[in-house]
Structure formats: structure tokens, C-alpha cells
């Protein structure tokens, strides 16, 4: 492996949609972005993926895309987004795309000549199949497979008497990879926003370029919705890595860029090797999710109320499976959320009785990992999920559907808690710049409501207060970039301590240096003086450092 420049990188994603509003009509954009560059810089990141922000009807967001080559008007202009580009480069921080190849909106000049008749060129775009036919003459979908946003993942469309293949929303036609004629245009994409400056992409979705074309229905037992959820049907498959190998040989080998593909759930270590080994033709790295509910938020469905107990050994296990099973033979990004997930405060930190400790607990965590760390806007702060009493308050394309299977099994108070604990809306409410209404977000009216702890947890309280979240990730950051440090940090051997201990998530690091860095993951006092550890302390988010740890203490130390 020969390191390179985005080993050492620092990333942070930015979900446009609620970072900063410059023209305060309710919704983030990328003038927004550019006036907060400063703040970026002086938090220290340097690679910003940032979310779609494409035309698009926003159905889901922006990954719903109608025209690739246009910004969309609620986003800016497409001179904003070459200006963003440029300014980010002055201050040293280069920018990664969202490319969502997987599916276009069903407003994409594509698809709406797609569906206009059978023999159109366009109609191969996409994926068509014939109905089903029922006993009694009526039609069904051509096969029981589920969609990941609810239902079929076929949706009827009546001009031509078939149906198309949508595994998100019924406004997300998949598109049918095995047409060259949209792969070639796909690329022509991809080249175009790298000749205007980006460096690189994360690629959305990816492990479901290629479907089973025998589209034959699924053994696997019916789900509520009377589909099954079988996603291996479109998730990891053989072809795929043909057409990933051709998209590397046209495009991305002929530019010096970073590219992170999303396999999802389904892939576990040994599959993300056919992705993003060092001697595969794919991309850099791959996002996994393995450690992003594990706290049994999904199986508890609202039962509960409040902060559920964290498996810290099993998030132990799972974070290092990925690590020693990547070892020597791919590199590895390290996150705790993403725009698909709920703040990594409420699910592992206490954000009611230590919120500053807890979340500079989970930050220095993440930042004294192995491989290429990304933050999540507003975690540096500690944001949290939502504090919702009305499901109205919610906007996920997700959750109509959810609801609607949902209202029939589960009391109101059930499906709330689950939501404030599950819900994709958990990342995606406003960034909390200071305590003017709506967290100094928008001087509009937000397009998601903020989460009503703006008042204390926002950027102005943190910025230069030395001992706040913010601080610590920053110094964090500037302890990667210290040519003292970031070898054993970025490259540096990784060994688990006390693997099996319940509270405690310690791991040495060994470079040219021996660190070991030590958490209290609990909310009592943690003795360790059984692990014998003294030397020199680099960090630690309390003021003193004994046997004894307090609640949610971290510390670096060289030893
Ligand atoms: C993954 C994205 O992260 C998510 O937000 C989106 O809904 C799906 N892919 C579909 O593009």
C-alpha cells in the first residue's frame, strides 16, 4: 500500500438541506457552505462530502436526481457550486460528491421518455417488467420482492402496462446497468463534475447496480407487507463488480481522487474486499453500517422510553472485525453517522447528565481509529435526535410509508419513541450555529423543525470555550494532521485491551509511537488500575487523569 494524501485526511459531510441558510428561505445551500468555510477550517477538516445537490424534485432529498448537470435552484447555482469548490481548495479542504448512479428521479428526461412507450430508446434505461396475472385476471407485481423504503419495489405504470423497478421510493426508477448506452452517459457524469474540480465521490447505493434478472420471486418468508426483504436479489452480486471495474477503467483511474463507495448493511468485511481492496478495480474505501444500531433500538420499537443500554463489547467486536479483517489489504473509513442514522449522542453518549464528556468521549474515539475518519455535521458539537410530540413534525419520504403498517400494531407513544430513536430526521434537523430561533439555522421558517436543545448545545457556546465537545475534536484533528503523530495514528497497529470488559473501550496504537487510548464508555466511575497504564498524557477530556476514570473520561497517552 503507498500512502497517499486522503489516508490522512479528515472528512466531514455536510447535508446541504440543513447546514446554513443564506437566503433564509427555510432550507440550507451551498452559498450557505461557503460562508461557513472559516468555521470548517478552524475545526481543521479537509475532505467534505457533501449530499446531493443536484435538480431534483425532492422526493427523497436529492437522491432523487432529474438533471445531474444543474444545481438545484433550492441549493444555489451552478456558479455557487464551481465558487464552493474553489474556496474550499484555498483553505486546503477538497470536495467529494454524492454520485447516485443506482436510480434517477422519475422526472429525469431519461425516464420520462422511458415510460413514454416500449419501443422508445430510452425504455431499456430502465428496468420494465410484465405484470403478474392473479387467478381471478387480476395484476401483481412480477415478483415478491420488498423495497427498502416499504412495499413492492415494482411500481405499476399504466401508459404501458408494466411495471418498473424502484427499491427506494415508487419517484426512484432503478436504472438497468446492463444498457451500455446509460452506462457510458453515467461516466460522461462522473467526468464532468471531476473536470470542474472535485476530488471525488462517494457513491450512493452501490452494492445495487445489478439486480437477479431472472426476477423470479424470493423463498423467503413474506414480511408484514407481504413482500419479502430479500436483498440479496439486488445487493453484492457478480455482475456488479464488472460494471464497477469498467466505470474504474474509464474514469476513475485517470484522476488522482477519492472514491467511497456505500455497501450497506448486506456486506459484511469479506464482500467489501470485492469493492475496495488494494488489488481490486473499485473504489478507495467503503462505508459499512455494522456499528450504527447497535443498541437494539430497532428490536425494542418504542417499548421503551429513554436512553437504552449500550453493548459496548459488542461494538467493540463489530468496529474491530472491520479493522482486523481490513488489515494489510484495504483501507477503511471510520464514521459514526451519517445522514441515514440517528445521532451518535443519544444512541452511546448521555446527552442529559454529560453531554460535553460523553461527546468528546465518542470524538476522540473515532479520531484515534485507524484509517480515514469522517465526522457528521453537528457532531462535533454533540447534536442529538429529536425531541418530536407530533409525527407531522417528521419529513423522511420513509416514514409514510412506515406509518402506514405501522398505526396497526403500534400505540402512538410506540411508534414516537421509536421514531425519536430510529428515524433518518435524527440527522437531518438543522445545524445548531447559536441560540437565536431555530438554532440560527435560517431567519425563515426551517423545511424540518430544530431540535429544541439549540439553546445550549450550538456552535457559538462551543467555539472558544477550550474544554467543550468542539474543542476536543478540534484538537483531535490537529494531533492527526502533527507529522509526531500521524503515522501511528493514521497507519499505526491497532490491538484491542480488554476486549470483554463491558465499560471500558481501550486499544493500543504502535507506529513510531506507542499509544494507548482509554475510555470510560459508562456513566460511573471506572477503576483501571489493573491495566497498569503510565506515561505521558496527550489528551484527556477531564482535568485530571487517575486509576480511577470519571464518567465517560477519554485519554490519549503516550506510553
Ligand atoms: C443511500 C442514501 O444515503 C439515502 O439517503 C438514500 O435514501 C438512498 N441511498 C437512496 O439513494
Redesign the pocket.
Known sequence: MEKTWWHTSVGYQIYPRSFYDSNHDGVGDLRGIIEKLDYLSDLGVNLLWI?PFYKSPMD??G??VSDYYQVDPLFGSFDDAKELIEKAKERGIRIIL?L?M??TSDEHPWFIESRSSKDNPKRDFYIWQDPKLNEDGSIAPPNNWAS??GGSCWNYDERTSQYYMK???NK?PDLNWENEAMREAMYDMAKFWLDCGVDGFRI??IAHLAKDLTFEDSEMELNEDGVAPDWKKFSNRPRLFEYLAEFHDKVLTHYDIVTVG?V?GGADVEDAKNYASYNTKGFNMVFNFDHCWYNGAWDDFGRTKGKLPVDVVGLKKRMNHWIKGSENEMWIPHYWL???HPRVMSQYGDPERYHRESGSMLGMLLLSLPGTPFIYNGEEIGMTNVDYEDVNDFRD??IKTFMQEAVKRHSYEQIMNHLRRTS?DNARTPMQWNAQPHGGFTQGVPHQKSVSNYTWINVASQQHDRTSIFSFYKAMIQLRKDSDYTDTLVYGDFELIEALDTELYAFKRNYDRNLVFIANFSDHEKDISSLNISGHLIINNYSTFTHILKPYQACLIEV
Open positions: 449530499c427523497d432529498n437522491y432523487d454524492d447516485v443506482n436510480q427498502f423504503f427499491i427506494f421510493s426512484m450512493d447505493a456505500e450497506g451519517n445522514h441515514d419520504v420513509w433518518r
